[in-house]
Nanobody
């Protein structure tokens, strides 16, 4: 199982970024997969998770209405579209998957069984 996140960078407040997570070793039609972030001095939190077998999503309150998680099974890639970014969104973002039977809510709350490396998102003017 491998997960490779990309797409981070520097963006101004109010701007948008799209993160990608390319996965190998499993197919995107069964597990729960999602995005987590860790800001300096803070604990890692689950922000956007997707149950790929039923397309149910879960978002943290801090990103609800601004972030959208999606998956393209044919490309074995999971995306995080981030709009209306704020300075407090600055963090290292990680993708993670639970190959068990977690729901999207459970994944975001408990964390994944497998992690990818992070990609840094900086929101600053």
């Amino acid at each position: 199982v491998q997960l490779q996140a990309s797409g981070g960078g520097l963006v101004q407040p109010g701007g948008s970024l799209r993160l990608s997570c390319a996965v190998t070793g499993f197919t995107l039609n069964r597990p729960a997969i999602g995005w987590f972030r860790q800001a300096p001095g803070k604990e890692r939190e689950g922000v956007s998770c997707l149950s790929t077998w039923n397309d149910i999503t879960h978002y943290s309150d801090s990103v609800k209405g601004r972030f959208t998680v999606s998956a393209d099974a044919a490309k074995s890639t999971v995306y995080l579209q981030m709009d209306n970014l704020r300075p407090e969104d600055t963090a290292v973002y990680y993708c993670g998957v639970d190959l068990g039977h977690s729901s999207s809510y459970e994944l975001c709350k408990r964390g994944p069984s497998d992690w990818g490396q992070g990609t840094l998102v900086t929101v600053s003017s």
